[in-house]
């Protein structure tokens, strides 16, 4: 039985924006990754589960749970982590995520040091949130998503702007927590944290699903078609974006380095080793639309 059914969902802000429109797809334990552009709805989506947002038509459960009918059962059985989450500066890590968990119902007194030390802040407990480095209010605020052991979390770009060491140790956190029949719900743009620790993704384009499965069906789509070509300028490259979907391109000294789709075989380059990012950005209209 999946963890989160989502049924024809449609969302319609009062303004006319249509943040979703007729979504369907379910979400299992472990770690699933929700990609999309900016505005594809993914914060839209992530909302709604949480029970912020009500679905303008469609129905999402989370364990059985309708999240318009039965909104508190839902928000017991979930953490949530947004993008911006507002700390007060002046308190400390320890009193923050005490302050979160008896907003919770959470009474044992032990429960946000012990939260704490499960993303390695314990040692930081007394300093000020304003003293904290962007890594550090980050593991704060996954402590107080993780306050009451919930079954669900909801991570909005959780590493966002965080340098390699801090993104490595956020994911070794949200894989830990996802290993003992939990879920997780990681929304990132950041290709490379969905490939470290997600085996199932769905991908959102402008309000719609576009994709939804394992990592590796994916990858099918373009596996034995991404290549390599070298070019020497800019007009180079615009006459290849009239012949081939363009991936990535990176720029040399005195050349061009394009990572391309060779959907019909028109290119005598052999293939390479192709990537999750490769396959997420020829789906989604080549780099020029990423």
Known sequence: MPVIDINNVTKIYKNGVVGLEDVTFSIGPGVFGLLGHNGAGKTTLMRMIATILRPTSGTITVMGHDTVKEGEAVRRNIGYLPQELSMYANLTALEFVSYMARLKGVTNAEEALNKLDEVGMAEYRNRKIGQLSGGMKRRVGIAQALVGNPRIVIVDEPTAGLDPEERVRFRGILSRFAGNDRTVILSTHIIEDVHQICSHLAVLRKGRLFFQGPSDSLLDRVRG?????????????????????VISTTYGSKSLTVR???????????????????????????????
């Open 225 to 245: 078609k991404v290549k390599v070509v070298e070019l020497s300028s800019d007009r180079d490259l615009a006459d290849l974006r009239k012949r081939a979907v």
């Open 260 to 290: 391309i789709m060779d959907e019909n075989g028109r290119f005598p380059q052999a293939p390479v080793h192709e990537t999750l990012e490769d396959a997420y950005v020829y789906c989604m209209g080549g780099n020029e639309h990423a």
